[in-house]
């Protein structure tokens, strides 16, 4: 009797304690690839929230894709940042070849918001003052939840894929989280996104939610056979 009230109690406290998953950025893996999946963001025109980012910031560094004329700190103009996520899907690199440059829109599709601080609407927006827990002036390497899940992030500027105008882009300045328009010749970092989850990875706390409410049925139902 003991066992299988422990068993019951254990089952109720789970249900009441586990819920929903807690939004979060979660590191998962497409193709030995580590990426990280921020569950709590729409992208513009998507039906759900989820977006995937390169767990590596700067990996037009180490990564071309064939694409000459990017710089060898991985900054480029925002015409090569393009050819960059072109090559990208064309390798399907992680299993995806729907890589773009994040979006300076909001999620709504307004926008986008700037020259300003606080544009927490936009995807690196959100990563930056949401996810990350920033403020302006603040640094993107200043958020330890950030470098926890991410690996070279640079303190300067990522091109989005949102045109300003015939000469500029959108950028948002990861060294003091100003998002503006900027010359489209000028040299700066991408970050490459997609939406959703390229492969099935547990939400955090999911998985062992799950373990752990049938481990507390299984000692139920022997405890069950046991009595009877």
Not at 59 to 80: E, H, P, R, S
Not at 134 to 149: H, K, Q, R
Request: glycine content about 12%; proline content about 4%.
């Amino acid at each position: 009797m003991k066992r299988q009230a422990w068993a019951l109690a254990l089952t109720v406290g789970l249900l009441a304690a586990g819920g929903a998953p807690q939004a979060a950025l979660v590191p998962y893996t497409s193709a030995g690839v580590e990426l990280v999946y921020d569950d709590d963001y729409t992208p513009v025109g998507a039906s759900s929230p989820g977006l995937t980012w390169t767990a590596d910031a700067n990996l037009a560094a180490t990564m071309t894709f064939g694409v000459t004329g990017i710089n060898a700190n991985g900054t480029m103009t925002w015409a090569k940042a393009l050819e960059w996520i072109a090559g990208m899907n064309t390798a399907n690199y992680a299993g995806a070849n729907d890589w773009r440059l994040w979006s300076a829109l909001n999620s709504d599709g307004s926008g986008p918001c700037g020259p300003a601080f606080d544009c927490i609407n936009s995807e690196l927006g959100h990563l930056f003052y949401t996810e990350g827990g920033l403020s302006s002036s603040d640094a993107i390497n200043d958020s330890a939840a950030l470098t926890g899940v991410f690996t070279n992030m640079q303190n300067f500027a990522y091109w989005s894929g949102t045109e300003g105008s015939a000469s500029s882009a959108w950028v948002f300045g990861t060294g003091d989280g100003n998002q503006a328009s900027f010359n489209k010749d000028g040299q700066v970092s991408g970050w490459a996104v997609r939406p959703g989850q390229i492969a099935a990875a547990p939400l955090p706390g999911t998985a062992l939610l799950m373990a752990l409410g049938f481990g507390a049925m299984a000692l139920l139902r022997r405890a069950r056979r046991r009595l009877w």
